[in-house]
């Protein structure tokens, strides 16, 4: 059985959903990183613009100020760094500055220079599924099939990176929970998250603190607060343990290391899910 790998939420932003204006201070944002570490993520994703429902654009200047001295101080550290932007010239400033992973929640859609910003660079790319802008992306909510549309357009998404000069084998994708999405549309994308496994690419899913999960069972009718859904979050952590993903994003480390723990003991060794690629396939995801 493998770990999927863990990538820590860092938002040096004022508004977003579940942690907007905590770490906006660079000291702060750099000691909540080391917590994050320390709990053990392999990964600290520093995003410098709130992409919560209904949100507007921040300047390219801000999420610049914003994110650079943090990506820094954390390569300083010798800490492992994924900028999540969906501006190109953010994604460029930042792997120069050491990060190794861009992760665009636009796929490549929201800047035309993505695709050739992260051929350049070299680095591992996450492609998430994305129809639009927070400001209105509710209204892009319409599927027949939530599971075959994401797997559809994610594939069109990688065929422009590929084109772009980047390597298949560096692309990650994300289904993209709560970006134009209900609530059921997100039950249903976890259920059949075997579908974007199958694709040959490592997986990656950012369930953290999203309203669904605040809004089941007992919850359902009154949406919990963000903060007290992170139990529930790393259920979807070890559920996901099972499924052959390379790793998930979240906010609160600690529970989500416990939950995946339990979930590899439980599971013990297992066989590689039949993808189609055979075992080499296997050996990447699990890297
Ligand atoms: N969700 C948010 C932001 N960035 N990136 C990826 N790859 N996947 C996600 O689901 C995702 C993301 C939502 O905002 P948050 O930073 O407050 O979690």
């Not at 820590?8 to 977003?16: C, Q, W």
């Not at 392999?42 to 943090?70: F, M």
């Not at 979050?233 to 790793?247: H, I, M, P, Q």
């Amino acid at each position: 059985m493998t770990r999927p790998v863990i990538m820590g939420v860092l938002n040096v932003t004022p508004d977003s959903f579940s942690d907007g204006g905590f770490w906006l201070d660079p000291d702060d944002a750099v000691t909540h990183a080391g917590e994050l570490v320390a709990a053990g993520a392999d990964i600290i994703d520093v995003g410098g613009e709130s992409t919560r429902p209904g949100s507007g654009r921040v300047e390219l200047t801000d999420e610049l100020d914003r994110t650079l001295p943090v990506v820094s101080a954390l390569v300083g550290a010798g800490i492992t760094v994924s900028i999540d932007t969906m501006r190109a010239e953010v994604a460029r400033r930042a792997t120069e500055a050491g990060a190794a992973y861009i992760n665009d929640v636009s796929g490549g859609l929201a800047d035309p220079e993505m695709a050739s910003a992260a051929a350049d660079s070299g680095c591992d790319v996450i492609l998430m599924h994305w129809r639009g802008h927070s400001s209105d992306m509710y209204a892009r909510a319409h599927y027949d099939d939530v599971v075959g549309e994401v797997v559809a357009e994610l594939t069109g998404r990688v065929e422009e990176f590929t084109s772009a000069g980047v390597p298949p084998e560096r692309i990650i994708l994300d289904p993209g929970l709560g970006f134009a999405k209900s609530f059921e549309h997100n039950w249903q994308l976890l259920r059949g998250i075997g579908a974007l496994v199958a694709l040959d690419h490592r997986v990656l899913v950012g369930s953290s603190r999203k309203g669904f999960l605040g809004s089941v069972g007992r919850a359902e009718g009154h949406s919990r607060p963000p903060l007290e859904r992170d139990v529930a979050t790393a259920v979807t952590s070890a559920y996901l343990t099972g499924t052959g993903v390379w790793g998930v994003r979240v906010h609160d480390v600690r529970s989500t290391v416990d939950a995946v723990d339990v979930a590899v003991a439980l599971l013990g060794p297992q066989d590689p899910p039949d993808r189609g690629g055979g075992p080499q396939t296997w050996e990447r995801v699990a890297q």
